[in-house]
């Protein structure tokens, strides 16, 4: 009889405040501190790789590239466009070095293409054209036509930011 797949071992994927706030291989408080204080030390360690590869890289490069993680003796890097991810490869060897210096045993880069990392998106502020003078008229007749407070209150609001601009 052949096994089945059910008798194999299937790991379980938790999210790590169940695991700290419910139980689980982490039930002890000691545990559970240990499995924090591990996070936040890779946290730590992921920072000062970044900090790393921001002196490495000229400056347009590195607002559009962050590490993303360390496994092992590879270390991943996430890029917004692939010539960008094509130059971080070619740069390979010297982030390498950059990243031993900083005292990582580190042998091999791997980069990832992610488009619109959040460095790379422009904040376009909200600008509001202003309420022409015909408009604050009608809603100033609006406003005194009705009885509804709540609503009152709202148009005399926008009919004062009309006149604010």
């Not at 982490?26 to 360690?45: F, I, N, P, S, V």
């Not at 900090?51 to 890097?77: E, F, H, K, W, Y």
């Not at 996430?78 to 991810?85: D, E, F, M």
């Not at 293409?113 to 609006?142: N, T, Y």
Request: charged share 20%.
């Amino acid at each position: 009889m052949y096994p089945t797949r059910s008798n194999a071992r299937k790991p379980k994927f938790r999210a790590l405040s169940d695991v700290l706030e419910y139980g689980g291989s982490a039930r002890k408080q000691e545990a559970a501190d240990a499995a924090l204080g591990g996070l936040m030390q890779h946290a730590r360690t992921l920072q000062t790789l970044q900090d790393a590869l921001a002196r490495t890289l000229p400056p347009a490069m590195s607002q559009s590239c962050r590490v993303a993680n360390l496994s092992g003796d590879t270390i991943s890097v996430l890029c917004n466009h692939p010539s960008l991810g094509a130059r971080l490869r070619q740069m390979g060897p010297s982030l390498i070095n950059a990243w031993r210096l900083a005292g990582f045993a580190c042998s091999a880069l791997e980069v990832r293409i992610r488009p619109g990392l959040p460095a790379d998106k422009e904040v376009i502020p909200f600008r509001r054209d202003p309420l022409s003078a015909g408009a604050a008229e009608a809603l100033s007749a609006l406003e005194n036509e009705i009885n509804d407070e709540g609503l009152k209150a709202a148009l005399a609001r926008l009919r004062q930011s009309a006149n604010a601009d």
